[in-house]
């Protein structure tokens, strides 16, 4: 039996299990996922990311989802690995810089009394390409177009944060059969790669709220890369202003994604540490 020791750290309820990989890295982590993240049958999270060095950055951060495949960027996640590398001692730096799969990512740590209070993360720029998405479109972008899911019509924004999302404005997100509706997105024909769905409504020209059915990982809290998404969609079809920050609200707390006119996105919010634990693997 082979003691896994391990982080549980949370971004507005978007949480995973934290792997300190500075000095050893798990053989199989995808495996670690599907074990570790079942909820009341293991320690239960979103997923399992790991903090490793980098030949080029701060740190590198590897994400995996429940279901144990691979993601190439959550933004919540990254707000923690930022969080976990200057508490835990690994740096006294407040501006960082985090390679993932889908680039490198620069942090600017917000810190009072030694603890770090907010993290805000350049996500770079959303893309909107359909094969870079990717979404099966003939368009040069696929904005507010129709897509058949369910036997529904809706109003579709695809996008693109590093992960692929497929954003849409909704009347009520309360009554949303996300359980229902959300694998049909996820696993439509139209996401070759699969697929994040966000169902938004928008408040005000500064505040809108998503729900957000991630691929891999079914209904979460929060999604970091889903607000973003959410935000660019909401400049992209005039509900919200280029260049001013919009206030997201997600089921597990808030964050702030400013969207520029170019489409370069900055996000905004807390990381919190949940507790230490030893997850006692039997490799039998």
Excluded at 40 to 69: E, H, W
């Amino acid at each position: 039996m082979r003691t896994v020791r391990f982080t549980k750290m949370h971004g507005v309820g978007n949480d995973y299990i934290y792997i300190d990989c500075m000095k050893e890295t798990p053989a199989d982590p995808a495996y670690l996922a599907r074990i570790m993240s079942p909820r009341r049958f293991s320690v239960g999270s979103d997923g399992v990311v790991l903090i490793c060095p980098s030949d080029r950055c701060d740190a590198k951060m590897r994400m995996f989802n429940a279901d144990g495949s691979e993601g190439k960027m959550c933004g919540n996640a990254i707000r923690c690995v930022g969080k976990f590398l200057y508490e835990r001692g690994y740096t006294a730096k407040q501006d960082l810089l985090i390679e993932t799969l889908s680039g490198d990512r620069r942090l600017t740590l917000g810190v009072r009394d030694g603890k770090v209070t907010s993290v805000s993360v350049g996500m770079g720029r959303a893309i909107l390409a359909p094969r870079d998405v990717p979404v099966t479109f003939d368009g040069e972008r696929m904005v507010n177009e129709p897509l058949t899911v369910g036997g529904k019509e809706y109003r579709i924004t695809a996008v693109s944060m590093g992960n692929p999302h497929a954003v849409t404005f909704v009347s009520d997100i309360d009554s949303l059969e996300i359980e229902k509706i959300g694998p049909m997105f996820e696993k439509h024909p139209a996401f070759p790669d699969r697929v994040n769905t966000e169902f938004v409504r928008v408040k005000s020209r500064d505040r809108i709220e998503m729900r957000v059915w991630e691929r891999g990982s079914g209904e979460t809290l929060a999604c970091g890369t889903g607000a973003c998404a959410s935000v660019v969609a909401s400049v992209l079809n005039g509900f919200c202003p280029a260049g001013e920050p919009v206030t997201v609200g997600l089921r597990g707390g808030e964050l702030v994604i400013t969207c520029s006119a170019d489409l370069d996105v900055t996000m905004t919010g807390p990381a919190s540490f949940v507790y230490d634990g030893e997850f006692f693997l039997d490799e039998n």
